[in-house]
């Protein structure tokens, strides 16, 4: 599906960003962001439910496969 390659594209960059906030020294941005995402790849792991998965699923309409909402 379209959303999960996104999402995890998205994952990619934000994990890209952060590398280069921690190299330019901006550590304080660095650790709010990799927080967030720590966050969310935990809601994702023990609740079974990625708000970003689900947001773009909406954008683009799509079903999921599994679970058919």
Same mark, same amino acid.
């Given at each position: 599906?379209?959303?999960?390659?996104?999402?995890?594209?998205?994952?990619?960059?934000? =994990?890209?960003?952060?590398?280069? =906030?921690?190299?330019?020294?901006?550590?304080?941005?660095?650790?709010?962001?990799?927080?967030?995402?720590?966050?969310?790849?935990?809601?994702?792991?023990?609740?079974?439910?990625?708000?970003?998965?689900?947001?773009?699923?909406?954008?683009?309409?799509?079903?999921?496969?599994?679970?058919?909402?």
């Amino acid at each position: 599906m379209i959303s999960d390659r996104i999402q995890r594209t998205m994952m990619g960059i934000m =994990l890209t960003v952060i590398l280069y =906030l921690v190299n330019t020294n901006e550590l304080m941005i660095a650790s709010y962001l990799l927080a967030f995402m720590v966050v969310m790849v935990f809601s994702w792991a023990i609740f079974d439910f990625c708000p970003s998965t689900w947001g773009l699923r909406k954008i683009f309409k799509e079903e999921c496969k599994p679970c058919g909402k």
